[in-house]
């Protein structure tokens, strides 16, 4: 299942703050604004390790098994939290704030990688990428 932690400043003097998101290999990283109300994911990935880094706003993570749907957890997402979602982990995310984020991947996504990892599982209710085959 997904996890979250709150990343605090490892360092700090006059000049400002150092805050350590992740460590090890990272493939892909971007920086996603969402609207409050909406939802993002709604999928997992068959082999990507996924990180989501919360800038500002705030959002409810939704996280199931796809294995076993029926047992979901719910997160509730402030500014400094991080949430870790494993492969074959379905999520979503439902925004409760504008939010703005940073979405840390283990695996590229050039053309056709993310698609060809990422398959369409409804977790809430809401939007479905239509570029994804379906898994459920």
């Given amino acids: 299942m997904e996890t979250i932690r709150h990343i605090n400043s490892a360092f700090s003097d006059d000049r400002g703050d150092i805050f350590n998101i992740v460590e090890g290999k990272i493939g892909h990283v971007a920086m996603i604004t969402s609207k409050k109300g909406t939802v993002r994911a709604n999928h997992y990935h ?17 996280c199931c098994d796809i294995n076993k749907p029926e047992e979901k957890k719910v997160l509730q997402v402030k500014p400094g939290d991080i949430v870790d ?21 283990t695996r590229e996504r050039e053309e056709g990688k993310y698609e060809s990892d990422t398959l369409a599982f409804q977790v809430v209710d ?3 990428n239509p570029e994804l085959q379906k898994s459920n």
């Fill in 46 to 62: 068959k082999e990507d390790y996924q990180y989501i880094y919360l800038i500002s706003g705030a959002y409810e993570s939704h």
């Fill in 126 to 128: 809401g939007y479905l």
């Fill in 85 to 105: 979602t494993p492969p074959l982990i379905a999520h979503a995310q439902v925004f409760t704030e504008d939010s703005v984020f940073l979405a840390l991947t």
